[in-house]
């Protein structure tokens, strides 16, 4: 049950962990403050709106913003407890801490003696307790636990968001979680916390050890899709259909191979591994490897679309391309990372072909496509499929699902995700 002592919590961060984190908070009866450098989302969370699209999201945000128990705010308040959930992006072989030390800096002069403050976003190993380190140099009124073991005034630990987008929802409250204090107290505070909405198992360790935890899922996931994207590529070469051949493979019963795909994009899997490969470069050999592999399947993608163009060219035709989806993968509208954005822009800067984009998750196009000349969007998929000579398979949306194989029977089709294969 939950610990009434938890009225009001704070947090900090309203992207794709944290305004979910704060409805789902705000939908248990606690009074949460959301909290975001941009007016322009805590005017519209104000309104009872959301920024981003993810199942029921818009619905319980407006809830949650009527019946008054959640309100946006640009600077923290006073609260029983501060979550964080702030990018930590990756440039040039570096993480970059320089959210969650704005976020640290941000909340430093509303804790109280009493206050928790977890840590969600991802991060290498050493980050929680620098940010202790922080606070209490801002705070020296204040006990930490860096300093005060059991006995402080402020509780600190990490706790990384599993949550998969598209069923952000359901698995911030089914999941279970790894919680990390920097003392057994601090663990035992931030459970407090979890217990209000969590239906999943809480599991306690160090605070090293669940940073350290987040960044394995990741890498152990990024290892798999490596796995998967390298057969494609053997299996090209042996002219064997990987599509079928992983099917059967996966019916040993202790073989689960993931699927092969343009590439791998978003904000988490194809970042992550990198903070292991910068914490520890020399030992992460399998590691940056994978990394490797997944980074390098744009390229191959571009190669098989190029060879396709020239083939068009060679009797006579500036070729029409379509591509299908443009998102980061299915049925949603993030396009961080996204491979199959990459390739579309590449496509569109060779200036070879017209190109004709698909995407049911934008409402124009996104990024450098907007610029570019012979670019188009459509939204008449079947239409597209007509004009083009060529059709590339993206991004495997379920809306692509209602796209028969017979329509595509005299077009040149590349399909990074299986979909017809
Ligand atoms: N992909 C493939 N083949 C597959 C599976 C995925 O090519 O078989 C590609 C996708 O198309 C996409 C990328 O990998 O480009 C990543 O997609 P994803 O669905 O594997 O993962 P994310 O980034 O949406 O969410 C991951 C999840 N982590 C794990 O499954 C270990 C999620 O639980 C995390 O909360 C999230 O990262 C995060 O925030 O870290």
Redesign the pocket.
């Known amino acids: 049950m939950s610990d009434v002592k938890l009225k009001t919590i704070c947090v900090v961060g309203l992207g794709?962990?944290g305004l979910p984190t704060a409805v789902v908070l705000a939908s248990r009866g606690i009074s949460v403050i959301g909290v975001d450098v941009s007016e322009e989302v805590v005017a519209k969370i104000n309104r009872g709106q959301v920024h981003i699209v993810e199942p029921d999201l818009d619905a319980v945000t407006a809830r949650a913003v009527q019946v008054g128990k959640l309100r946006a705010a640009t600077k923290p308040e006073y609260a029983d407890a501060f979550i964080i959930a702030v990018p930590t992006p990756f440039h040039d072989g570096k993480a970059d801490l320089s959210y969650v030390e704005a976020a640290a800096a941000s909340v430093a002069p509303v804790l109280k003696r009493g206050d928790l403050v977890v840590l969600e976003s991802?991060s290498p190993p050493g980050t929680t307790e620098r940010m202790a380190t922080q606070l209490a140099s801002l705070r020296p009124d204040l006990s930490l636990p860096t300093s005060q073991g059991g006995d402080c005034d402020v509780h600190i630990s990490y706790c990384?968001?599993?949550?998969?987008?598209?069923r952000v929802l359901v698995?911030l409250v089914e999941?279970d979680r790894v919680i990390g204090g920097i003392t057994p107290k601090c663990s035992a505070r931030a459970e407090e916390l979890y217990r209000i909405f969590c239906t999943g198992k809480l599991l306690r360790t160090n605070v090293r050890t669940a940073e350290m935890c987040?960044l394995t899922?990741?890498s152990?996931?990024?290892v798999?899709?490596a796995f998967?994207?390298e057969l494609s590529v053997i299996c090209d070469r042996l002219e064997i259909n990987v599509w079928e051949l992983i099917r059967l493979a996966n019916h040993h019963p202790r073989v689960n191979i993931?699927?092969?795909?343009?590439?791998?994009?978003?904000?988490?899997?194809?970042v992550?591994p990198w903070f292991i490969v910068e914490a520890a470069p020399r030992e992460s050999r399998l590691i940056r490897t994978a990394r490797e592999v997944?980074d390098a399947k744009p390229s191959y993608v571009l190669g098989k679309i190029k060879i396709a163009i020239d083939a068009a060219q060679a009797v006579g035709a500036r070729p029409k391309v379509l591509a299908l989806g443009l998102a980061?993968?299915?049925d949603?509208d993030d396009f961080r990372?996204?491979?199959a954005l990459e390739i579309a822009e590449e496509v569109a800067g060779w200036n070879t072909c017209n190109l004709l984009v698909s995407e049911p998750f934008a409402e124009a196009l996104p990024g450098k496509l907007a610029k570019c000349e012979h670019v188009s969007m459509v939204a008449d998929i079947q239409g597209a499929i007509g004009e083009a000579h060529i059709v590339v398979m993206l991004?495997n949306h379920r809306v692509y699902g209602e796209i028969a194989q017979s329509d595509l029977s005299n077009k040149v089709v590349i399909d990074t995700r299986g979909v017809w294969s």
């Open positions: 794709y962990i991802t990384p968001e599993r949550v998969l987008p598209g698995e999941n987040k899922e990741n152990f996931r990024d798999g899709i998967a994207n993931l699927q092969p795909g343009p590439g791998v994009g978003g904000h988490c899997i194809a992550d997944n980061f993968k299915p949603v990372e996204s491979p991004v």
